[in-house]
């Protein structure tokens, strides 16, 4: 595994473009809200790992629970109202945009904020305008932090047949954080959840599976619905790891809440479940 891992980072040889995800129940505490220790330990990993990277962007859910915090209610964002999401989205948005930009500044790296909604990417002007503004951070040294901007947001797709990778389009941060690893030919997709990775059903139970290449429709008809904390499930998951394994992109799902698991990984530990690209990466 580690060695699967390596080979398709090439860690040794070079740094690497890497996009990291990061689930709503990785950054809540058991109140379903969100805990700056958390957002302060995965800040803590991705800057002292900088040096094995060039280039970082992050895709962070968390702005809702951030906002029941802030607004005292005892509730699952799943649970709520659309127009209830959108005021708890108003609200934790930028306190939780103010944990990043604090606990990053500690280490003097500067982050910048980018709020979307599916008419940004279905838009071909605003898709470009994203793009040029994405590249130009990158070029500044200057760590991209992406959320779904929920407080406008009206729309959740629904997938055309969620069992079928090619009918996704954006509707969550799992396929968002797979659409810009595709499209900035990123090295590695990390997303961080709160299970160990894919677990495939057996006689005894369930047991991870280490390894995939690409993801076909029995891997996905295992894989079960959305979370309480948050929309995406490992179905979710699954269909955005299609997304970039076509892109050439390697994906690993791992448990965000584990000790230093971001470092294991970019050391090519064996954690999670690594789903290999299904074609060459061809960086420009």
């Known amino acids: 595994m580690r ?4 080979a398709c980072l090439q860690l040794t040889y070079e740094k690497q473009d890497v996009v990291i995800k990061i689930g709503t129940s990785v950054l809540t505490n058991s ?25 970082v962007i992050i895709v962070t859910s968390g702005a809702i629970a951030t906002g029941l915090s802030k607004l ?13 999401k959108q005021v708890c989205a108003a609200v934790g948005q930028p306190s939780l945009m103010a944990m990043y930009t604090k606990y990053f500044n500690k280490y003097n790296i500067k982050v910048a904020q980018i709020l979307l909604t599916e008419e940004d990417l ?53 396929r968002l954080s797979a659409i810009i690893a595709s499209k900035i030919k990123a090295d590695l997709l990390i997303m961080l959840t709160d299970v160990d990775g894919f677990m495939m059903p057996t006689k005894n139970g369930v047991k ?40 050439g992109v390697t994906t690993v799902i791992a448990n965000g809440l584990k000790k230093n698991i971001i470092t294991r990984i970019l050391n090519g530990e064996n954690v999670g479940t690594v789903i290999k690209p299904i074609r060459k990466r061809f960086k420009s």
């Open 31 to 55: 109140k379903g809200w969100v805990s700056p220790s958390r957002v302060r330990e995965i800040v803590r990993q991705i800057s002292e790992n900088r040096g094995k990277t060039k280039s």
């Open 208 to 247: 991870l599976v280490r390894e995939m290449k690409g993801v076909d429709k029995k891997m996905l008809s295992y894989a079960g619905s959305s979370g309480a904390l948050g929309r995406g499930g490992m179905l979710s998951k699954l269909q955005a790891a299609a997304i970039a394994s076509r892109a």
């Open 122 to 174: 279905a838009n071909q002007y605003r898709y470009k305008n994203f793009w040029r503004t994405l590249s130009a951070l990158i070029e500044h040294d200057v760590i991209p932090i992406i959320n779904e901007n929920d407080a406008i947001s009206v729309k959740e797709l629904i997938p055309i047949n969620p069992y079928v990778p090619d009918s996704v389009r954006f509707g969550d941060n799992d």
């Open 3 to 6: 060695a699967t891992i390596v």
């Open 72 to 84: 005292g209610i005892n509730a699952t964002p799943s649970s709520l109202k659309l127009t209830m």
